[in-house]
């Protein structure tokens, strides 16, 4: 039975090669089989050397004995040391692995790949090849297979000679195989293995396998934990794949993990137009370099490059931080649009995620910085950074992202120079820091225009939380639209607020719950008669009184509506008799806070006899207290009986 023809059209002499194979031959005994093959071509004949390499087998199946196959050539552009057939994931257990390869560099042996042993081999004039198999018997169902040699010495393949080749693989199973659930699968073309190639550390293997590849290939790493000192700097655009990374919660998971040892250099530098389109994917990151010498950043993205795609990409307590920032856009240079996609870093560095300078724009979706101060080596200062005194950030989207700012004076996102960023269901944890903050000039801040944060979260858990929201540039313009706003806000030794405003109009809120704890006003900050604006459809619901000072139109600004809860509970009426036309004594409850003009409003908490039905049942507030009061609007007498009333207060 033919397997298919694998033809090489950039060797120096056009090369195919094919792999035949017959089930349950029946010759006189081993080595006494007879194969006949014959070539065919034009009357003119274009065949001018031919090889045939026999191989026979004992304790194969006999009916079906094929499990999968798989081949593979090199690029014409771009020959190279490794003949590597792809993989193929086979459906059986009990395998044997056949390999086949050839190349046109004359006159230099080949070396089996790890795991073969050379059945034949020769070399000449017209190019080298060979015939392997694998060394020991294989088992387990679904294990990913390829065969793999090198042109000169071996583990790893060297650098020179180079050559175009082919590489064929068929795996074929045992008498004793046992059938189990899997398909066989192929590699595509344009696709190396990194520990195939030479180097001193896995980032140099990486750095040789992306030279031997066409723009657009892939590198794949193999699952482990690999320490490495070579910067890996992509020269073209290539995909980098570890076997996988990620996170559910705070708990992550790496079955690559890239640990970097060579000091004050990035581990990853991504930069230039040459690099655009580059990937990294399925990756964890450490570094165990101590200060000073530590990196700046693990990734840095730079200087020109576009299109760049992070894709579960996991740094988690590194064994030493960044200097500077976990990863970094644009240090000294624009990047030309960047996505991100399921990134989770903590506590990495100062800054966790840092864009200085975006052109185009930057896409992100589920991308995680959390900062924790409680379990970590280090903490960082800001979670996102968006632009410095210099470099701005032009258009940012991310959608479903988180922040932590758990310690004082730290900040979940610190905007200093960006316009045109949307934030879409926005998580921030607050435990002490600011979620959003954006800096007067004097502190940094240049310019914030057009900030948007639709459906937000901004979440305190501890009563010592700073401001949700800290803008301290007048002519910032932020939007915040849905969402909500839980927990405490009661920052130590100044007056609690949810939104901290310097010129009251910088802000819209549109629509936001609101609920918290603790005596604070809903802006501070607010010289009249600029416009603090709230439209308010949602609920704004304070635990607690408002702290002395708030009102509905905070310093004379733009009015806005909502209802607003200062207080609730519940009295027991009079059972004393009331005379026909009159009112009976007052039920007086304290409720600090309460002001005359405020609105009280009350309802019988169970179920009314006859007797109180012929009542009124009056609510009204004076300073401090709220009042409950019984009128008789009847001829006679009626004595009510016991009853509770529930009682609110809004404002």
Not at 68 to 93: Q, R
Not at 370 to 385: F, K
Not at 547 to 565: D, E
Request: contains cysteine; charged residues 10%; negative net charge.
């Amino acid at each position: 039975m033919p397997l298919g023809q694998t033809l090489q059209s950039a060797a120096s002499t056009p090369t195919s090669a094919q792999i035949f194979y017959a089930a349950n031959i029946t010759g006189s005994g081993l080595g006494n089989d007879t194969i006949t093959v014959t070539f065919t071509g034009p009357a003119t004949g274009i065949i001018s050397q031919a090889g045939v390499v026999a191989v026979e087998y004992s304790g194969l199946d006999t009916m079906s004995p094929l499990d999968s196959v798989n081949e593979a050539i090199s690029n014409n552009i771009s020959p190279s040391t490794v003949l590597d057939s792809g993989t193929a994931n086979p459906a059986n257990s009990n395998l044997e692995v056949f390999g086949a390869g050839y190349a046109d560099t004359a006159s230099v042996a080949m070396t089996a790949g790890s795991g073969f042993t050379i059945l034949q081999a020769s070399n000449g004039s017209w190019g080298t090849g060979l015939v392997e198999d694998n060394s020991s018997a294989i088992s387990g169902n679904n294990v990913l297979q390829r065969a793999t040699a090198c042109i000169g010495s071996g583990a790893p393949c060297p650098l020179t000679p180079t050559g175009n080749w082919l590489m064929q693989m068929a795996v074929f199973r045992g008498a004793t195989w046992t059938t189990a659930q899997g398909t066989s699968s192929t590699r595509a073309h344009g696709t190396v293995y990194a520990d195939q190639f030479p180097g001193v550390d896995i980032g140099d293997q990486i750095n040789h396998a992306i030279a031997s590849l066409p723009t657009g290939g892939e590198v794949d790493i193999s699952p482990g934990i690999f320490t490495f000192a070579t910067q890996i700097l992509p020269t073209q655009s290539v995909t980098i794949k570890g076997a996988g990374a990620s996170y559910n919660n705070l708990t992550t998971h790496c079955a690559t993990t890239l640990t970097w040892t060579g000091g004050a250099t990035a581990p990853f530098l991504i930069t230039g137009t040459a690099a655009t389109g580059t990937t990294l994917r399925d990756i964890c990151l450490n570094n165990t370099t101590a200060a000073p010498n530590n990196p700046p950043v693990f990734i840095d993205i730079d200087n020109g490059v576009g299109n760049t795609y992070l894709d579960h990409i996991v740094i988690d307590y590194p064994t030493v931080n960044a200097s500077v920032a976990g990863i970094r856009w644009g240090a000294t240079g624009p990047v030309n649009d960047s996505h991100a996609n399921n990134v989770f870093v903590r506590n990495t560095a100062p800054v966790e995620l840092q864009f200085l300078n975006i052109r185009g724009q930057f896409k992100g979706y589920n991308v995680r910085a959390v900062g924790d101060g409680y379990n970590g080596p280090i903490h960082p200062t800001n979670e996102w950074q968006l632009g410095n005194l210099t470099q701005e950030v032009h258009s940012f989207n991310c959608f479903a992202c988180d922040s932590n700012a758990d310690v004082p004076g730290e900040v979940g996102i610190l905007i200093n120079y960006a316009e045109n960023v949307n934030f879409f269901g926005l998580y921030s944890e607050q435990n002490a820091g600011y979620a959003v903050q954006i800096p007067s000039s004097l502190n940094g801040g240049i310019n914030a225009n057009a900030i948007n944060f639709y459906g937000p979260r901004f979440i305190s858990s501890i009563s010592n939380s700073s401001e949700a929201i800290d803008v301290e540039l007048s002519t910032a313009k932020v939007h915040v639209s849905g969402g909500e706003m839980l927990g405490m806000w009661t920052p130590s030794g100044v007056p609690g607020a949810l939104v901290n405003d310097i010129a009251c109009n910088a802000i819209t809120l549109d629509n936001i719950d609101i609920d918290a704890a603790g005596g604070l006003t809903l802006f501070s900050n607010f010289p009249a008669p600029s416009g603090c604006m709230l439209y308010s459809s949602g609920n704004v619901v304070f635990g607690v009184a408002l702290a002395a000072g708030s009102t509905k139109a905070p310093g004379g600004g733009s009015l806005y509506s909502y209802l607003l809860n200062t207080g609730s509970g519940q009295a027991a009426m009079t059972t004393a008799p009331i005379s026909s036309g009159t009112c009976g004594v007052a039920i007086s409850v304290a409720a600090s806070g309460v002001l005359t003009t405020d609105t009280v409003t009350a309802s019988y908490a169970s179920g009314a006899i006859s007797t109180d039905g012929q009542l009124t049942l009056n609510a009204f507030p004076t300073a401090g207290s709220i009042n409950l009061q019984y009128c008789n609007p009847t001829a006679g007498t009626v004595t009510p009986t016991a009853i509770n009333v529930n009682w609110t207060v809004t404002r």
